[in-house]
């Protein structure tokens, strides 16, 4: 069976940091492309950044120069360090591993709440 498991959501204070982490079983991990999204309330979910196979990384806009995305092939996890949160942060981050073609998978989610 195929898990991604979530961890190290919470709630922090406007300027905190963060670091989330995903940890996947049951796939090849060192070939997927890994990828953070989050959904706020009543928004669509969107893509916060993702990471390839070979090392490449994207990042929405909104998040660009303050979260860093990382994977540790080894640990067979990708992350997510936070930094200069923001209130509209504030959403339900899942982690994405997707190869090919192929449906992704996804993981079930955890709550990052930004604010005072």
């Known amino acids: 069976q195929v898990q991604l498991v979530e961890s190290g959501g919470g709630l922090v204070q406007p300027g905190g940091s963060l670091r989330l982490s995903c940890a996947a079983s049951?796939?090849?991990?060192?070939?997927?492309?890994m990828g953070w999204y989050r959904q706020a309330p009543g928004n669509q979910r969107e893509l916060v950044a993702t990471?390839?196979?070979?090392?490449?990384?994207n990042y929405a806009d909104s998040v660009k120069g303050r979260f860093t995305v990382s994977r540790d092939n080894a640990k067979n996890t990708v992350y997510l360090q936070m930094n200069s949160l923001k209130p509209e942060d504030t959403a339900v981050y899942y982690c994405?591993?997707?190869?090919?073609?192929?449906?992704?998978?996804w993981g079930q989610g955890t709550q990052v709440t930004v604010s005072s």
């Open positions: 049951g796939i090849i991990f060192s070939i997927y492309t």
């Open positions: 990471i390839t196979s070979g090392g490449t990384i």
């Open positions: 994405n591993a997707k190869y090919g073609f192929f449906q992704p998978y």
